[in-house]
């Protein structure tokens, strides 16, 4: 019989020349009468008061102006959406056709970013689903965001893991009722009269059937499959049970941007193949005339009923943040002119109550690090500042690299006290920069093409101005900070290493 410490990993727990000798213990007897925790309290206390206080307790310290900061995401779906209750009730229209196990015709939702386009359908969507449970039709909706998953085999591959997994739930709760009446029918065989079994044998063969079927549902790896086998695995998953599936798509036009419009054919003709499910599909799209890139088919069958989110104005914006800054902030955690001025910036920009979220919670966030309890109009102006500031820099870290060239040439320029340049100012400095790092030189007509797409962007401004008998020119200024900018793009690993050019610039001739 092996001992107890058979199996132990030989780390020295049995070896005896590791036992402690009288000698030992005598020795380090004086050991134990050493406080551990005096000398832990002194090597904290030695460095002076409050050593022992932690990076964060300080920042702790601070009572917080939030209640609950989530409520100022984007992602967050609100249990009421104001100015947007004839779009809501349109969409409910649509839908209720599933709570009679019908198919819903399909639906395009269109407007501008942070019109509430995601927002109402999702609310919608929650209350379809809930609303099934109650009279226990099967409802399911499918939320895809298509800027993320852009591709047809992902957004299949999405869809059918999804189903897959509900499948799987689904055959656990039928294999659990199967083994609880096989225990009632084990101590009552008479009850049996009201099932499809004959004896518990029966039930016994039934509850295999349904784990070979739950064992073959296999999910699909998000890369590797012919598109053809995801699609027939998607679509058996989907066929499963019987059931009305809502497909939302948001950003749809990215989808069909990236990888045309060979999904959307096959989810809108699929209803008649399926024999149990029965799909509908709702596209979500801040391009009023993406369905100009559709196949004339899909078209017809994708565009059933469309809907149009115009943009908020500024009182519903204001509207919009006190209901959403009564759950977000402690009470009087906001200066009276703070979500009159959130609004009114939203509102220059076509009514963007996401930016209006963002630019109040960026405020209190501002407000809160500076250990203040209250948001004021500065904090406003400075999350302005910021959030205007951050999507300058990102536009900019992602511009191709001869863009970035284009707009270095334009930053030179106004550095060296030369304003309003003109196309030929920039082309020259553009080509000594592009020797510099040994890039390939584009066309005159081709910088200026760059220099249009820089202004419509908002990083310069350009505009044709006449010279008179000298013709028209096209004067270019820089619209955004050149500090930070010029930042990002010496963070770019090949303009980085450019040396300081001095531009010469040739004497102008003014009408």
Known sequence: MSSPDAGLPSSGWNDPSLAPTETDESSDSSLDQLDLETLADDDTTSDGEGANQGLFDDLLSGEP?????????????????PHRSDQINRIATILVAALRGETPSNILIYGKTGTGKTASAKFVSQELERTSEKYEVPCLVEYINCEVTDTQYRVLAQLANTFIEENRTLVDGQLDQLETLRERAREEPAMLGDTPFDDIDGIGTYATRLEERRDELEEVPMTGWPTDRV?????????????VVVIMLDEIDKLVEKSGDDTLYNLSRMNSELSNSRVSIMGISNDLKFTDMLDPRVKSSLGEEEIVFPPYDANQLRDILEHRANDAF????????VIPLCAAFAAQEHGDARRALDLLRTAGELSEREGLDRVSE???????????LDRVVEVVRTLPTQSKLVLYAIILLERHGVHNVNTGEVYNIYKRLCEEIDADVLTQRRVTDLISELDMLGIVNAVVVSKGRYGRTKEISISVPIEETEVVLNSDSRLGDIEDIHPFVQSRFDS
């Not at 699609?231 to 059931?243: I, K, L, P, S, W």
């Not at 402690?330 to 002119?337: G, H, N």
């Not at 500065?378 to 205007?388: C, G, L, P, T």
Request: glycine content about 0%; aromatic content about 12%; proline content about 6%.
């Open 231 to 243: 699609y027939t695995t998607f679509f058996e998953a989907v066929d499963f049970q019987e059931r």
């Open 378 to 388: 500065s904090h406003v102006r400075k999350a302005q500042d910021k959030i205007e």
């Open 330 to 337: 402690k009470s009087d955690a906001l200066s009276p002119e």
């Open 65 to 81: 102006i939030f209640e609950n900061k989530e409520v100022l995401r984007p992602s967050y779906t609100p249990h009421e959406l």
